[in-house]
C-alpha cells in the first residue's frame, strides 16, 4: 500500500498539514504532519546539499526538547524558504492556519437519530448532521475523540473513497470544521 492521506472534499486541502515557524514566532506555531512538534528535516539544506542555499533563504535551525522526541532540531523558515514539507510562517499566519487540522464528517442519520440541543437548522430538516471536531489526519485509521461527542459518535472512520463502506454501506464526507475551531478549544481546565 502506498502513502494515502484524507483531504478535504470540499477544497481538496489534506488535513495532514504542517507549519514552519518565523524565527521570532514562539514554538507553539509550528506543528508536524502528525499535529505537534515541528518539521525537524532542513528541507532546504536537504533539497540542495549545501548549507549555502539555507543562508541564502534566511532559514535557520533551533534545536530544543520535544515531550514527544526529545532532543528536536527544527527548521526555521526564512523570508525566502523553498521547503514543500510545511507551509511557511512567511507565507500564511498562524491565525490565518487555525482550524486547517479541525476534521468534521457529515453523516447520514439513522431511524434511532433523535434531535439535540445543539443540532443546527439544516440537520433537523434533512437526512445528514455533522459529528463533533477532531484534530489532524488519522491516515484511514479511526479518527477518534471527536469533541463534543454528538448523537453518541465520539469516533469515525476516514475515507476519501466511496467504494471503502464506513459503518454500513454509505459515504462519509469529510470537511475542515465548519465553525473553524481547533479541538483545543473545546478543552478546559
Known amino acids: 500500500m502506498g502513502y494515502f492521506e484524507i483531504q478535504c472534499q470540499l477544497c481538496g486541502v489534506s488535513f495532514a498539514i504542517a507549519r514552519i515557524r518565523r524565527p521570532d514566532e514562539p514554538i507553539e506555531a509550528a506543528w508536524d504532519y ?47 524558504c523553498t521547503a514543500t514539507c510545511g507551509y511557511s510562517g512567511h507565507r500564511i499566519s498562524l491565525e490565518e492556519m487555525k482550524g486547517c487540522r479541525a476534521v468534521q464528517c457529515i453523516l447520514t442519520k439513522t431511524p434511532e437519530w433523535e434531535p439535540e440541543e445543539d443540532d443546527q437548522d439544516f440537520e433537523l430538516d434533512s437526512n445528514h448532521f455533522l459529528t463533533g471536531i477532531g484534530d489532524g489526519s488519522p491516515d484511514e485509521a479511526p479518527l477518534s475523540d471527536l469533541q463534543p461527542v454528538r448523537h453518541g459518535n465520539d469516533d469515525v472512520l476516514l475515507t476519501n473513497t466511496p467504494w471503502n463502506f464506513v459503518r454500513g454501506a454509505r459515504f462519509i464526507p469529510i470537511l475542515h470544521s465548519t465553525r473553524g475551531i481547533m479541538l483545543s478549544d473545546y478543552q478546559t481546565d
Do not use: I, K
Not at 532542513?42 to 549555502?52: E, I, N
Not at 533551533?62 to 527544527?74: P, R
Open 34 to 80: 502528525w499535529g505537534y512538534d515541528c518539521v525537524t528535516v532542513d528541507p532546504c539544506l536537504t533539497r540542495f546539499r549545501t548549507d549555502a542555499p539555507q543562508r541564502s533563504l534566511g532559514c535557520s535551525t533551533q534545536t530544543w526538547m520535544s515531550q514527544h522526541d526529545g532532543e528536536l532540531e527544527e527548521h526555521l523558515a526564512g523570508p525566502n
